[in-house]
C-alpha cells in the first residue's frame, strides 16, 4: 500500500518560489528507489520534470534546468521540489511518483 502526499503548492508571482514536498508511505525501503516530479498544464500531456536516485543522482527537463532542485530526505521519506525563478508556463498541476504510483496532484499556478 504506497501513498504519495504531496504538498506546498499554491498562487506565486512570476519570479518567485515554491517547494512541493512529497510524503511517501508503503515503500519498505525507501533510499533505494527513483522518486520523480511530473506536471500537467490544462490541455498537455503529463511531462516528466524531475528525477532522483536512491542514491543522489538527478536528472531534469530542460525546460527547469537551472531554476528547479529535486532533493530526498531518505529520513522522512520525502522527496522536494524546489522551484526558483518560476514563470507563467510553470503553472500546471504537479505529481509526485514512484514507478506506477501518483500522488493526488498539486496546484502550481504562476501568475501576475
Known amino acids: 500500500q504506497v501513498q504519495l502526499v504531496e504538498s506546498g503548492g499554491g498562487l506565486v508571482q512570476p519570479g518567485g518560489s515554491l517547494r512541493l514536498s512529497c510524503a511517501a508511505s508503503?515503500?519498505?525501503?525507501?533510499?533505494?528507489?527513483?522518486m520523480s516530479w511530473y506536471r500537467q498544464a490544462p490541455g498537455k500531456q503529463r511531462e516528466f520534470v524531475a528525477v532522483?536516485?536512491?542514491?543522489?543522482?538527478?536528472n531534469y527537463a530542460d525546460s527547469v534546468k537551472g531554476r528547479f532542485t529535486i532533493s530526498r530526505d531518505n529520513a522522512k521519506n520525502t522527496v522536494y521540489l524546489q522551484m526558483n525563478s518560476l514563470k507563467p508556463e510553470d503553472t500546471a498541476a504537479y505529481y509526485c511518483?514512484?514507478?506506477?504510483?501518483w500522488g493526488q496532484g498539486i496546484q502550481v499556478t504562476v501568475s501576475s
Open positions: 511518483n514512484y514507478q506506477h504510483y
Open positions: 508503503g515503500i519498505t525501503i525507501f533510499s533505494m528507489y527513483l
Open positions: 532522483i536516485s536512491g542514491g543522489g543522482t538527478t
